[in-house]
């Protein structure tokens, strides 16, 4: 992988992130990847898409990740904060429908870093909130080659630490990793 985007995932530990983007869902099953241990979903009941553990298992054991469903983003967040703060789950990803404040969001990374565990927000595009350590947009991209995974680019688009970039990457299913990829030849 490129130096700059080993800098920037996995992601960092004792924060709080943000993914927005088409591709949001494959951006946390691979962090999911790459965290030992069990794993923290929480979403609205509303939501109709729910993380499928066919799909998830390419990426990780399914049998690792607990979904906890709350009536809205209040208890969402009630509750990702609790489990970041406990820091029993190294990753807490948490589903978010409505922008995120300023208030929210400190709580989250005060919690994040009492408990040592990492925190992820699934946005709408547009929605980031100022407290997010990160925040990535995902898409996917056309493959002039053929294969069983998806090529995506991965955008650094807010970084407390200052770099921002773009990546092209791929999964690879077998080694249960991500490949950075060189963009085709023009």
Request: proline share 7%.
């Amino acid at each position: 992988m490129s130096a700059a985007f080993h800098t920037c995932f996995p992601l960092r530990k004792t924060r709080v992130h943000e993914v927005c983007g088409p591709g949001a869902t494959g951006f946390a099953a691979a962090a999911c990847a790459r965290v030992p241990g069990n794993l923290l979903w929480i979403r609205e009941t509303w939501r109709a898409e729910f993380p499928n553990p066919v799909g998830l298992c390419r990426f990780f054991d399914p049998d690792r990740l607990l979904v906890a469903q709350t009536r809205e983003q209040t208890d969402v967040l009630a509750v990702a904060e609790e489990a970041l703060r406990d820091g029993s789950v190294p990753l807490v990803i948490a589903e978010l429908g409505q922008p995120l404040g300023l208030t929210a969001g400190r709580r989250l990374q005060l919690a994040a870093k009492a408990g040592g565990s990492t925190g992820l927000c699934l946005i709408a595009e547009d929605m980031g909130s100022n407290a997010a350590e990160t925040r990535w947009h995902v898409s996917a991209l056309y493959d002039p080659l053929p294969g069983d995974s998806t090529l995506m680019r991965w955008k650094l688009i807010k970084n407390k630490s200052g770099t921002l970039g773009a990546w092209d990457v791929r999964w690879d299913h077998p080694a249960r990793r991500l490949d950075v990829v060189s963009p085709p030849a023009q």
